[in-house]
């Protein structure tokens, strides 16, 4: 599942070689010292081998001690989320509590292979489960999520979609090649297998039923949660989805767009420098005073700087840019279109995000294995050759059924859940288009629904984390105080952390409204600012 930006590639492949797979069979490694100490627990935890579980392995089955969890991961948290915060916008735990690890290998058809875990917190359990969603393309289980969730008190799981990411055929899109059953397990399988796994182990575990469950996941993580959300109503009761790339295969074919233009037309291939002057003079022309202070632009949909207003005016430099660069420009805010019907297929980044651009005449790879293994089935299929009419429609065809989710989510609003989606500004995903989704979710739901699902804006934010934005905020805070006290967020306070410490904060505000600063105070402390409307007629907020 492709990311929005080229960075999220290396992340994942940094992560590949350092998670291998538990053997098949069962393995039990139970500490001699918790067994003294607290026995009830850990023959509870031994016992949930005895479960029966149709088509599931154990693998292992052990009491990890206070303090005693490494993660066999290079902190994913710290590379997907602000440094020292991960996906849910709490510290990375540093100690974990006392839990009882169960591993198991989900086995729902001959070519499934998908392995899960499910922590149990053997003190303090909040009476709460928490699915953690993946990235990328997945193929790994997501070890630290798994850890700050049982550090505030609940149980917990994760599964690595039905295959190892570690594996050349496992990398990437390739597992999908001849396997369809795998992409099956990928698309919504695992993770519905998972959370009816990890619900029966707590009911075996505690005696009793969790009191709710919450998913919480970014880029494939958040659409992922649209899926759960979607297929299986009942499986959560919120449902937190970051970035979620929907419809997948539109959203892919965006992010080929701009390589395969500059591919096709060598003359709109652009710099880096270029794009970073469109980005300064978007800021210049469009941020408000603290918003260029802070290197935010807070409303880029209403931007209405062009990059023809750079235009050299004679010979090419470094201050202006050429016809073909205003060209590429233009097209790469506009988004790949159909040939046949003119309509966009998916719109290009917002305003303010241009020191993201390339293009470059490369194919963004990520993106690319979605066509060439997932819907083509052809490991020699040339991006170059991508016909924007016919092409989009049969990867549609092979992959929206398993993968897209349509702007009904009624059967889950009526189970009473709620869904809380967010996006950066800064994201190669336009925010403005999962504006529209979220406008067609609320015109579908049942008028006594349409108060279940919120989105917030973050400007400056890149893709699930990063940039000059206020990107860290409590996630599953939120959900949670929605979920069991029925509080709508309407504004949610978020954090910039550099090397660990908050320097600024700012509220974010459920669309359609953004975040202005009052005229009184630091514009660094998040009480300063105000939630209104934007203002058409500025460049920024009113």
């Known amino acids: 599942m492709p990311f929005s930006q080229p960075f999220c590639r290396r992340s994942i492949q940094s992560l590949q070689p350092l998670l291998r797979t538990f053997a098949a069979g069962t393995f039990l490694t139970v500490s001699a010292s918790f067994l003294l100490s607290s026995h009830a627990h850990a023959e509870s935890?031994?016992?949930l081998t005895h479960l029966m579980l149709p088509g599931a392995t154990f693998t292992k089955v052990e009491i990890v001690q206070a303090g005693d969890w490494h993660s066999p991961q290079t902190h994913l948290s710290q590379i997907m989320t602000a440094p020292g915060m991960n996906l849910a916008g709490h510290p990375i735990q540093k100690s974990n509590p006392a839990f009882c690890r169960v591993a198991i290998t989900l086995r729902p058809s001959a070519d499934s292979v998908i392995r899960t875990e499910i922590w149990l917190p053997l003190h303090g359990w909040n009476g709460k489960l928490l699915g953690v969603g993946n990235f990328g393309w997945a193929g790994s289980i997501m070890y630290d999520?798994?850890?700050?969730?049982?550090?505030?008190?609940y149980a917990?799981?994760?599964?690595d979609t039905g295959h190892d990411s570690s594996t050349p055929e496992g990398e990437g899109g390739r597992f999908t090649l001849g396997h369809p059953e795998k992409l099956v397990d990928y698309a919504y399988r695992a993770d519905h297998l998972m959370t009816l796994t990890a619900k029966q182990l707590i009911r075996q575990f505690y005696g009793k039923d969790a009191s709710h469950a919450y998913w919480i996941g970014c880029s494939l993580g958040g659409l992922k949660g649209l899926i759960e959300a979607r297929r299986y109503p009942q499986d959560y009761d919120g449902v937190v989805a970051g970035a979620p790339p929907n419809p997948i295969v539109n959203f892919n074919a965006e992010q080929l767009w701009a390589g395969w233009m500059s591919y096709h037309d060598p003359a709109l291939r652009v710099g880096r420098g270029k794009f970073q002057l469109l980005n300064r003079a978007v800021m210049k022309a469009c941020g408000s005073p603290v918003g260029q202070n802070q290197g935010v632009l807070e409303t880029p949909d209403q931007c209405g700087f062009e990059p023809s207003q750079l235009l050299c005016k004679g010979s090419d430099t470094s201050e202006c840019l050429t016809a073909n660069e205003v060209k590429a420009a233009e097209q790469i805010y506009r988004g790949p279109v159909d040939p046949r019907t003119g309509k966009v297929i998916f719109p290009g980044p917002a305003k303010g995000s241009e020191d993201g651009f390339s293009a470059d005449g490369k194919a963004f790879p990520v993106a690319l294995d979605l066509f060439m293994f997932a819907a083509f089935q052809n490991p020699e299929w040339d991006w170059t050759t991508l016909n924007w009419n016919t092409d989009i429609t049969a990867a549609t065809r092979k992959l929206g059924p398993l993968l897209h989710v349509d702007d009904n989510l009624e059967p889950f609003f009526r189970h009473g859940g709620k869904l809380l989606m967010y996006i950066g500004w800064n994201d190669g995903h336009n925010p403005q288009q999962l504006a529209g989704y979220y406008q067609a979710l609320m015109q579908n739901a049942a008028p006594a629904e349409r108060n279940s699902a919120r989105l917030?804006?973050?400007?400056?934010?890149?893709?699930c984390y990063g940039g000059a934005g206020c990107d860290t905020f409590s996630k599953l805070g939120a959900i949670d105080e929605w979920v069991v006290r029925q509080n709508a967020p309407e504004k949610i306070v978020a954090s910039r952390v550099v090397d660990g410490k908050v320097v600024r904060t700012r509220p974010l505000c459920a669309w359609p409204?953004?975040?202005?600063?009052?005229?009184?105070?630091?514009?660094?402390?998040?009480?300063?600012?105000?939630c209104v409307l934007p203002n058409p007629k500025h460049g920024s907020t009113p």
Do not use: K, W
């Open 45 to 47: 935890c031994v016992d």
């Open 456 to 463: 917030f804006e973050i400007p400056g934010m890149r893709h």
């Open 145 to 153: 999520g798994m850890a700050t969730g049982v550090g505030v008190g």
């Open 156 to 159: 917990v799981a994760s599964t």
């Open 513 to 530: 409204e953004a975040a202005l600063y009052d005229g009184h105070g630091d514009p660094a402390v998040a009480s300063n600012f105000v």
